[in-house]
C-alpha cells in the first residue's frame, strides 16, 4: 500500500476553507473532474458521515463513501468501487490554522489492483498522475476562495498599449458578434450555453453615441427576477464598454431564450457582491481566474425587473 500527500496553504479562514471541500461539487471547476454525483445524502448533511458519491475523473470514475466529516478539521472518505480498480483504503484532507491562513492536506493511501508489480505502478503512474489532480483542486480551491488580485505592476503606455488594447478589443469584439449571429440565426437556440452557462444578450444605450449597443454575455446566474452579470472583460485591467453605458443608462434589455424585455441594471454592493462571488465562481470558476490576472475590482452587476428594481428604490 502506497501514501501520496500533498498541501498547500490557503489564505483564508479554516471555516470557510473547509466549506468548500466539504462540497465535492466545487471540484468540478478543476478539468480534471468531469463529474461529481450525490448518489446518497449523509444523515446529518448532504456530504456528511454515510453519503455516497461519484466522481468521474479523466483517469477513472470512483464510488465513495464520506466516512468523516469533523468540521473544520478532517473530511475523510473511502472508494468501494471503480474504475481503473484500485485496493483503498481511505483518503483524507486535515485542515489547520497557520499564518496567513489553512494549510490543507490531502492524503490517500491506496495501490493499484494488479497482479504484478502493483507498488511500481501506483508509485511511478498513478501517484502523478493522482498529484497532478489534487494540486489542480488544491490550486483552483485558493484561487476561488480567496480570487486574490495580481499587485501593482508595470503599467503599459504609449503606442504598445493602445495597440495591445485595439488587438485584444478586436477579438473579442469579433468573438461576440460571432456568437451574435448563431444567436439570432438560431432564433437563441444554437450557442446559448457554454461551460454550463446561459448566453444572453445585453442591449445598452451607448453613453456617448445615444445609439444601442448589443453584447453577448454568459450568465453565472440567472433567477426568475434577476439576472447577474459579470464585468471580467476576460481579467483585462479595463472595465467593458457596456458595464460603462450600463452604469450611465441602466435602463436595459436583455434577450434570454429569443425574448427581448426590459430590465434594470445596477452594480452590486460591495456587501452584496461578497455574498455573490462564491457562487459566481461555482457556477464558472473562469471568473476568479480573471480576477487574478487584474489589479481591478472586477464589478458585479444585479439586473432586475423594472418592477422590482422600484420596490427596491
Keep these: ?29 478543476s478539468p480534471f473532474l468531469l463529474r ?18 461519484k466522481m468521474s475523473w479523466l483517469f477513472g470514475s470512483y464510488t465513495e463513501r464520506i466516512t468523516a466529516n469533523e468540521a473544520p478539521r478532517k473530511f475523510g472518505w473511502v472508494i468501494e468501487s471503480g474504475v481503473p480498480a484500485i485496493r483503498h483504503q481511505g483518503a483524507e484532507l486535515t485542515f489547520s490554522k497557520v499564518p496567513g491562513g489553512t ?23 498513478a501517484f502523478r498522475v493522482l498529484g497532478v489532480a489534487f494540486r489542480n483542486v488544491l490550486r483552483i480551491a485558493d484561487v476561488a476562495i480567496t480570487s486574490p488580485r495580481k499587485g501593482k505592476g508595470k503599467v503599459r503606455t504609449g503606442r504598445s498599449a493602445k495597440l495591445r488594447n485595439y488587438l485584444f478589443d478586436q477579438v473579442l469584439k469579433l468573438i461576440r458578434n460571432i456568437h451574435h449571429v448563431i444567436l439570432d440565426v438560431s432564433g437563441g437556440k444554437w450557442g446559448n450555453r457554454q461551460f454550463g452557462m446561459a448566453a444572453i444578450e445585453l442591449h445598452v444605450i ?15 446566474l440567472m433567477e426568475p427576477d434577476r439576472v447577474i452579470l459579470v464585468a471580467s472583460k476576460e481579467g483585462d485591467d479595463r472595465d467593458p464598454e457596456w458595464y460603462k453605458n450600463l452604469l450611465a443608462t441602466p435602463e436595459i434589455e436583455l434577450t434570454i431564450d429569443g425574448v427581448t424585455e ?11 457582491k461578497a455574498v455573490l462571488w462564491p457562487r459566481i465562481v461555482k457556477a464558472y470558476h473562469g471568473f476568479a ?16 425587473r423594472p418592477a422590482s428594481a422600484a420596490k427596491a428604490v
Design 103 to 125: 494549510r490543507v492536506v490531502w492524503t490517500t493511501n491506496a495501490q493499484a489492483a494488479i497482479p504484478f508489480a502493483a507498488d511500481f505502478v501506483t508509485r511511478h503512474l
Design 289 to 304: 481566474v480573471y480576477q487574478t490576472r487584474t489589479d481591478r475590482d472586477i464589478p458585479v452587476v444585479i439586473c432586475e
Design 262 to 272: 426590459p430590465w434594470v441594471g445596477r452594480k452590486a454592493s460591495a456587501e452584496e
Design 1 to 29: 500500500m502506497q501514501t501520496l500527500r500533498v498541501e498547500r496553504i490557503i489564505g483564508a479562514p479554516i471555516d470557510t476553507v473547509y466549506e468548500w471541500f466539504a462540497d465535492s461539487g466545487n471540484y468540478t471547476a
Design 36 to 53: 461529481n454525483e450525490l448518489v446518497e445524502p449523509g444523515a446529518d448533511a448532504p456530504y456528511g458521515v454515510g453519503a455516497v458519491r
Design 206 to 220: 451607448g453613453r456617448k453615441s445615444g445609439a444601442k449597443r448589443s453584447v453577448v454575455l454568459w450568465v453565472p
